[in-house]
């Protein structure tokens, strides 16, 4: 008997409702691994610098090793400029990922003080440039993965993500933090279930779930498709 997935980026089936969140010096290939035998329902790469992938840094090509036991994967990446993420996302797709995800949700100095990971929240307009220029250069789906605003004076997650839909985006995972609280604070659930009424695509929530019960929680609240699990899944 076949099973229904429980949703479809765009045309890759995903089966099941808690995913693994890319993670930055954890989500490697061994630790995806385990989580996908423990129930992860698709993986997601640790994210690599655009210009690292353009100019072929072994480093970087080592993030995106996979198996295929971790299928459906989805390469994340980062950038700001959408003629760099473009030819990147050329290069990634010869590696035969199944998504490509750009990253609009890492809070860091070093990366959102340049204009990319969160940084790029400040400016929804390059936001739909570079997802025009990503979704014309590969046939993959292009997803993107973003906070609720830079702070909480631009808490403008609703136009960000009209603006990924409305260019070729085909899932949004939301963090419900902004990138002036990294973590801190409680994850606004409230702000992910209006992402979720607001689009017709896929929609994936993350920000506090810390136990199996949490899961179950937040896709009540906030009818999201999905649910992301990061730092508790380290723990």
């Known amino acids: 008997m076949l099973v229904k997935p429980s949703f479809v980026i765009r045309d890759v089936p995903i089966y099941g409702d808690a995913i693994l969140a890319p993670m930055s010096g954890y989500s490697d290939l061994p630790f995806r691994s385990i989580c996908r035998e423990l129930g992860s ?3 997601y790469t640790e994210f690599v610098p655009a210009p690292g992938v353009n100019a072929g840094a072994e480093a970087v090509f080592r993030r995106l090793l996979f198996t295929p036991a971790e299928r459906p994967i989805t390469f994340q990446m980062f950038g700001a400029n959408e003629n760099d993420l473009a030819e990147a996302a050329r290069r990634i797709e010869q590696l035969g990922p199944d998504v490509i995800d750009l990253n609009m949700g890492c809070w860091a100095d070093t990366v959102a003080g340049h204009g990319a990971g969160a940084g790029l ?28 605003g830079w702070d909480s004076a631009s808490r403008n997650y609703l136009t ?28 606004d659930w409230d702000a992910i279930a209006e992402v979720k009424a607001a689009v017709k695509i896929p929609v994936v929530g993350s920000g506090d779930v810390k136990c199996p019960a949490d899961i179950d929680r937040l896709k009540r609240h906030t009818g999201v498709d999905a649910v992301m699990i990061g730092r508790a899944a380290i723990g």
């Open 160 to 187: 960000v993500a009209k603006t990924l839909e409305d260019n070729g985006a085909s899932l949004i995972a939301v963090h419900g933090r902004t990138k002036a609280q990294a973590y801190k604070g409680a994850a």
């Open 121 to 148: 929240l400040c400016d929804p307009q390059q936001i739909a440039v570079i997802f025009q220029s990503l979704t014309k250069a590969v046939s993959l789906p292009v997803t993107g993965k973003i906070r609720l």
């Open 41 to 43: 329902a698709m993986s």
